[in-house]
């Protein structure tokens, strides 16, 4: 029992730790030292909270000496504190649980590894995360009480009866916001002149809240316990928990800097994480990201050169050329255990004529799509081109076209709302809605042009049209000695939906209602499939045309509603 109390007091250190380095770093910001923030008075209700963690360096603020105390959290950034925070090792799959957190999106490993921890949404077409929406206060009920591991607790839910906003606690989530009251996690505010309390479990969780709610438990939490050492407690060898630690060295070497550690001979051992850091003095995996992961026990010393990719940092996609940066290397063992090992503060070897690439990453705000990149500060930049393509995974200007060129040197955003045509591309003038294309930033500068990083993204307008789309799915039958394919889609609740259109092509990959074949057209709203065989008929040009037993074709399904037409993704499949 005290080992598991043990365990849960150092989760809750972690945690906290995590997400106030997770604030500074999503801000772009390296914090300041000075543990007096100007918007942040000793009268403010988190004073005391903020201040805790600051004198023991757990917390920092903003370069402006400020520490924004109502800025709020979103549900992607959260899924990243906990990921951190409870140490998580990275789960990735193949097929993302969530519909809009895609394996491009910055967040993915964090969601995908935090779900168990979190809330999700589940409608008719598939769970969504919404990964953009601020994160709520029952949102960190859940987390804490899951944390705590008192998510199996009985509970009396009459407890809420004493909270007159009870009823917009979610349904499912009600248990845990009983226990997190119960428990003395969270309990909300005192009505005035009353008995009765306020959870607001749809408030908006800011970085003050949160360092409040952690502040407590930590407070109460954290007992010194005295305890001696015996002789042979410290025997020399580099060792934590019985695992062999990296001990890291570096030097430059030319235009690179290299890394050296002490090669692992356990029989647990997995694999080395280089890791890197602008801001984290002693950065780790997985909650600094990664360079790369070698699974080669012997390996020992990496090489590390300006423009090299890295994943998940605080810095961008690239190293930059005469940058500091804190280097370690964390060694990976069986049963999720990383050990990191000391970091070493190098500066990047500055390269004559050092072009900057565009770090790109995209997100949805506001339903739209929304690519940006970082600031590039070089007086030889003249701008930046938007470039897209369907077929090449790594398009550039000029030789994949492009959407817009920006001259404005500040700008690090566009919104792609499929207004302005796209020139000399791959997939014609306008982006196609629930289709997949690669996008990049190209940097212009005076005599040459840089590339970006690319992503791969499905696109929408506006991510509305996302739940308009159907979704379809094929299989081959065989139904009184006769073989089919059945095509089927999830039914779509609109009241403007007016019926489905089957639409399919020998050669086109992308078959268009208008100029490819028409198999059947469906009025009945409540029919979500379709069956076809060989021979079966259908319209292009006028004429008639029969499907070809031993042939494959694109199949898609058309959405036709009072004010729209919505295209579904593509299936391509032989005729049995």
């Given at each position: 029992m005290k080992l598991f109390k043990k365990r849960l007091l150092?989760?809750?250190?972690?945690?906290?730790?995590?997400?106030?380095?997770?604030?500074?770093?999503?801000?772009?910001?390296?914090?300041?030292?000075?543990?007096?923030?100007?918007?942040?008075?000793?009268?403010?209700?988190?004073y005391n909270a903020v201040k805790f963690m600051v004198e023991r360096g757990i917390i920092t603020g903003y370069p402006d000496n400020t520490f924004?105390?109502?800025?709020?959290?979103?549900?992607?950034?959260?899924?990243?504190?906990?990921?951190?925070?409870?140490?998580?090792?990275?789960?990735?799959?193949d097929n993302p649980s969530f519909k809009d957190v895609?394996?491009?999106?910055?967040?993915?490993?964090?969601?995908?590894?935090?779900?168990?921890?979190?809330?999700?949404?589940?409608?008719?077409?598939?769970?969504?995360?919404?990964?953009?929406?601020?994160?709520?206060?029952?949102?960190?009920a859940v987390a804490l009480v899951k944390a705590k591991g008192l998510q199996n607790e009985n509970v009396d839910m009459n407890i809420l009866n004493n909270y007159v906003d009870k009823e917009q606690i979610s349904k499912n989530l009600a248990k845990y916001v009983a226990i997190a009251i119960a428990k003395g996690i969270m309990v909300g505010t005192q009505i005035p002149n009353s008995n009765q309390y306020k959870f607001d479990p749809q408030g908006i969780l800011t970085r003050a809240q949160a360092a409040m709610l952690l502040y407590n438990i930590l407070n109460t939490q954290l007992i010194?316990?005295?305890?001696?050492?015996?002789?042979?407690?410290?025997?020399?060898?580099?060792?934590?928990?019985?695992?062999?630690?990296?001990?890291?060295?570096?030097?430059?070497?030319?235009?690179?800097?290299?890394?050296?550690?002490?090669?692992?001979?356990?029989?647990?051992?997995?694999?080395?994480?280089i890791v890197i850091s602008k801001n984290n003095s002693q950065p780790g995996y997985p909650q600094d990201g990664y360079l790369t992961i070698l699974s080669d026990r012997n390996a020992n010393y990496i090489e590390i050169g300006v423009n090299s990719k890295y994943n998940n940092g605080d810095f961008g996609a690239y190293i930059k050329s005469g940058e500091e940066y804190y280097f370690s290397v964390t060694a990976i063992y069986e049963g999720n255990v990383n050990v990191k090992g000391n970091a070493v503060k190098m500066r990047m070897p500055i390269i004559p004529n050092y072009f900057e690439k565009p770090s790109v990453k995209y997100e949805y705000k506001d339903n739209k799509f929304v690519l940006s990149?970082?600031?590039?500060?070089?007086?030889?930049?003249?701008?930046?081109?938007?470039?897209?393509?369907?077929?090449?995974?790594?398009?550039?200007?000029?030789?994949?076209?492009?959407?817009?060129?920006?001259?404005?040197?500040?700008?690090?955003?566009?919104?792609?709302?499929?207004?302005?045509?796209?020139?000399?591309g791959d997939f014609g003038e306008y982006l196609k809605d629930g289709e997949e294309y690669y996008f990049s930033v190209t940097a212009q500068y005076q005599?040459?042009?840089?590339?970006?990083?690319?992503?791969?993204?499905?696109?929408?307008?506006?991510?509305?049209?996302?739940?308009?789309?159907?979704?379809?799915q094929a299989k081959t039958v065989r139904w009184r000695g006769q073989w089919y394919i059945n095509l089927r889609w999830d039914k779509i609740d609109s009241d403007k939906l007016q019926g489905y259109k089957v639409v399919v092509s020998e050669k086109n990959s992308t078959p268009d209602l208008?100029?490819?074949?028409?198999?059947?057209?469906?009025?009945?709203?409540?029919?979500?499939?379709?069956?076809?065989?060989?021979?079966?008929?259908?319209?292009?040009?006028g004429e008639y045309k029969e499907l070809k037993r031993g042939h494959y074709y694109y199949f898609t399904v058309y959405a036709i509603y009072s004010d729209r037409v919505v295209g579904g993704n593509v299936i391509r499949i032989k005729i049995p």
């Open positions: 150092l989760i809750c250190v972690m945690l906290v730790f995590a997400i106030v380095q997770i604030f500074s770093a999503i801000a772009f910001a390296q914090g300041t030292s000075n543990p007096i923030f100007s918007d942040l008075p000793q009268n403010h209700w988190a924004r105390p109502n800025n709020p959290v979103t549900r992607a950034e959260f899924a990243r504190i906990m990921v951190i925070g409870l140490n998580l090792p990275i789960k990735v799959t895609p394996k491009e999106h910055w967040a993915y490993p964090y969601v995908e590894t935090a779900k168990y921890y979190l809330t999700g949404f589940r409608t008719q077409n598939g769970d969504y995360f919404k990964p953009s929406d601020y994160a709520v206060r029952e949102d960190m010194e316990e005295k305890i001696t050492y015996d002789d042979n407690s410290s025997t020399g060898s580099n060792q934590q928990n019985n695992y062999p630690v990296p001990n890291v060295t570096a030097y430059t070497k030319g235009d690179k800097v290299v890394l050296v550690w002490n090669r692992i001979n356990d029989k647990k051992f997995k694999g080395y994480a990149w970082q600031k590039i500060d070089d007086s030889r930049l003249v701008g930046y081109w938007i470039v897209i393509s369907k077929k090449s995974k790594e398009p550039k200007y000029p030789d994949n076209g492009y959407l817009v060129f920006i001259n404005d040197k500040n700008t690090t955003q566009i919104v792609i709302d499929n207004t302005i045509p796209y020139k000399s005599d040459r042009v840089v590339p970006g990083n690319s992503i791969k993204a499905i696109y929408y307008s506006n991510l509305e049209i996302a739940k308009l789309r159907p979704k379809l208008n100029k490819d074949g028409l198999l059947a057209v469906i009025s009945d709203k409540n029919v979500t499939s379709v069956n076809i065989k060989a021979k079966d008929k259908y319209l292009l040009n």
